[in-house]
């Protein structure tokens, strides 16, 4: 991460870490996970596993988004922000 001069400053390094939580397969984002999160957004590509992942966990919450964020360790804000990035109904 200190490699990278981060353009966007505070805003591209949130999205980054978001993207990268969504992305990670456990609780604890790695170095692979950010690595991966940011060539993904540099690279401009809908992450497909980030979307499996919200759509998993707001199935298990039934469609509620608040348990399915809480679930995910994101906020409702950034369920709704991966949602739209990746044009699914909300």
């Known amino acids: 991460m200190a490699s990278r001069t981060w353009p966007g400053n505070v805003r591209e390094l949130r999205t980054a870490l978001e993207r990268a939580l969504l992305m990670s397969e456990g609780r604890v984002i790695g170095e692979?996970?950010?690595?991966?999160?940011?060539?993904?957004?540099?690279?401009?590509?809908?992450?497909?596993?980030?979307?499996?992942?919200?759509?998993?966990?707001?199935?298990?919450?039934?469609?509620?988004?608040s348990r399915a964020a809480q679930a995910l360790g994101i906020s409702r804000f950034s369920l709704y922000r991966a949602l739209a990035r990746s044009n699914v109904r909300a």
């Open 32 to 65: 692979r996970d950010v690595r991966r999160a940011c060539s993904e957004e540099r690279a401009g590509r809908r992450d497909t596993l980030a979307l499996e992942r919200v759509e998993e966990a707001l199935a298990q919450a039934g469609g509620n988004k």
